[in-house]
């Protein structure tokens, strides 16, 4: 059993609001869905599934990033956020070809919507409380350097602004009285969710094949590095790689002949 302490617990509990909050904004919207029969509803009610589906492996990830360096895993587990990450990003791309495929159907057999007013009004409840959870993830993620909560945040942000084109797209229907315009707005939406899923998806392989640490960073070893030039001839193959919360750096350094061991393992 994995015991959570300082910035491991911040980091879990956040994901657990995630997952309260997924839920109650699923059924939310598949009740607009129910009142609605909108395509474009639904389309934002199966990204919710989604949402919920990756903020329980968010969860899963944290807890599991959260374990210590063991025999098995020397540099210790956090890379499992990258893998939330990927599995999070498969599962958008197929609720993407998912919700085009329903939109397509609903443009070939058109079927006429009901209560609006009330389904619109549900949508929009939910697209606020999407808005405030992901502030809430975003700050949480920067301050503990947290990538599952980063893209589960990001998700959410995503999920509020198709929200709100479901909602515009209704109540261009709705004044309009034009039949097609529910169904291509799902489709719009749906080749969304597939954009941002393999946007997902290409980050979290990005960490799983150790992309370098971002330029500022790497400035700042450089920097450090400098700083100590009167005791190094000169540093090579420097390397850099990231895993959850923690930074690797490896490289070859130089040092003068005159330093003694104690000073140059020092260094």
Known sequence: MVTLTGAAQVRV???LVSVGASLALLALKFGAYRLTGSAAILSDAAESVVNVIAANVALLSLVVAARPADAGHRYGHGKAEYVSSATEGALILLTGVLVVANGIGRLLR???LAALPLGVALVLVAAGANALVARFLLRIS???????????????????????????????????????????IGVLVGAHIVRMGAGVYRRAL?????????????ARIHAILADHADEIVEYHALRTRKAGQQRFIDLHLVLHRMLTVGRAHRL
């Not at 094949?209 to 500022?216: F, H, R, T």
């Open 13 to 15: 509990r956040a994901a």
């Open 206 to 218: 990005e960490g799983l094949m150790d992309s370098p640490l971002p330029p500022e960073e790497e």
């Open 110 to 112: 058109p079927a006429p």
């Open 142 to 184: 920067r301050e503990h350097d947290s990538a599952a909560l980063a893209a589960d945040a990001h998700h959410l942000l995503a999920d509020v602004l198709t929200s709100l084109g479901v909602v515009a797209g209704l109540g261009l229907q709705s004044l309009l009285g034009v039949a097609w315009i529910d169904p291509v």
